[in-house]
């Protein structure tokens, strides 16, 4: 690459890329006179603006020939200008090749990475399920015809899944890496649970049917027309019309609370699993962390005409709990 005047002048302010840096930089330890043209106290000791294409590599350019700078302030200007430009240049060299080089294994680290995930896609081509187990310890049932894509090892700290067709999910818990399941318009999240999606591509509906643990459910994609999540408790079931973008959400009232004369009646039942019950109840959504209440019980009963806030309002009362309103929808128990 030829070095010219015009060259250099950008490679002073910082304008030029890393390969003419480079070239820069090895023609100027050959020439250190040219240095006199280019340098002085004031320009050196003046503010930096950084290309933002390579503010690391620039910046530790500057701030090398800033540090000889310094240690040299006393001596005489020709001194600054040529005893120590060979000195700088060649640092700013050396720099420059083992940036470079770094730059490179860092690329070539990151390709090696990429290249070790997989994409794979499994299809059931039988008429009998397919067990599929994942590589973080779930299972995944595979009803005939489904098909299930995903990468190996799962990446972001996410376990995402494709799924066309039937599947019966049973999740291995594993609270820093969600699992959710994407089939068609829908992304059905896990929160430690056994579920099933069914989500045939002709079909007009997708269904997501809840057995144990807890899903949310929501639109994804640019066909998301409703911003609202659907948090299900076992039992429940959700119907998603593709057509019209609705949902339609089914509930089995639970059997831990006994009902009596339109009394939920609670003896001595885990309080995470009263907020089950009422969340389920009042078709509301109540977040709360499992471990905070896991040896906590609650015994008492409530008219079901009283509202979810006065009920909620009673237990974390007694309880010595926190209740918090996000939205007409939505409440938050904490300790």
């Not at 794979?120 to 009998?128: D, P, R």
């Not at 429940?236 to 059997?255: E, I, M, V």
């Given at each position: 690459m030829p070095v010219t005047e015009e060259l250099i002048a950008k490679f002073f302010m910082e304008q030029c890329s890393p390969a003419e840096a480079q070239a820069v930089a090895g023609y100027l330890n050959a020439h250190p006179a040219v240095l006199d043209k280019y340098l002085n106290v004031s320009e050196w000791n003046a503010a930096i603006t950084h290309n933002d294409k390579t503010e690391s590599f620039w910046e530790e350019i500057w701030q090398e020939i800033k540090l000889h700078t310094i240690t040299q302030r006393s001596r005489r200007l020709s001194v600054l200008k040529y005893g120590i430009a060979a000195t700088v240049v060649?640092?700013?060299?050396?720099?420059?090749?083992?940036?470079?080089?770094?730059?490179?294994?860092?690329?070539?680290?990151?390709?090696q990475v990429?290249?070790?995930?997989?994409h794979?896609?499994?299809?059931?081509?039988?008429?009998?399920v397919k067990v599929v187990k994942m590589p973080d310890g779930s299972i995944i049932e595979l009803a005939a015809g489904a098909k299930i894509a995903y990468d190996e090892p799962f990446q972001?700290?996410?376990?995402?899944?494709?799924?066309?067709?039937?599947?019966?999910?049973?999740?291995?818990?594993?609270?820093?890496?969600?699992?959710?399941?994407?089939?068609?318009?829908?992304?059905?999240?896990?929160?430690?649970?056994?579920?099933?999606?069914?989500?045939?591509?002709?079909?007009?509906?997708?269904i997501v049917e809840l057995f144990e643990g807890k899903v949310v459910v929501k639109q994804h994609g640019k066909a998301e027309t409703n911003k609202r999540s659907y948090?299900?408790?076992?039992?429940?079931?959700?119907?998603?019309?593709?057509?019209?973008?609705?949902?339609?959400?089914?509930?089995?009232?639970?059997?831990?609370?006994?009902?009596?004369?339109?009394?939920?009646?609670f003896d001595k039942v885990n309080l995470s699993d009263v907020f089950d019950q009422l969340a389920s109840t009042y078709n509301v959504h109540i977040q709360y962390a499992n471990d905070d209440f896991e040896k906590m019980y609650y015994i008492g009963s409530f008219d079901q005409s009283d509202s979810i806030q006065h009920i909620l309002e009673n237990i974390v009362k007694v309880n010595g709990l926190k209740l918090i309103r996000p939205n007409d929808n939505e409440y938050i128990i904490t300790r």
């Open positions: 060649a640092a700013l060299v050396v720099f420059a090749a083992a940036y470079f080089t770094r730059d490179t294994l860092i690329r070539q680290s990151q390709q990429v290249a070790t995930f997989v794979k896609t499994i299809n059931n081509s039988s008429a009998k972001h700290n996410k376990r995402d899944i494709l799924l066309e067709g039937e599947a019966l999910f049973r999740v291995a818990k594993d609270k820093t890496k969600p699992f959710t399941v994407y089939s068609g318009q829908l992304a059905t999240t896990a929160l430690g649970t056994r579920f099933k999606v069914i989500a045939v591509p002709n079909a007009p509906e997708t948090y299900l408790y076992p039992g429940d079931k959700l119907t998603y019309n593709k057509l019209k973008a609705s949902f339609d959400l089914s509930r089995k009232q639970a059997k831990m609370a006994k009902q009596q004369q339109h009394l939920l009646v």
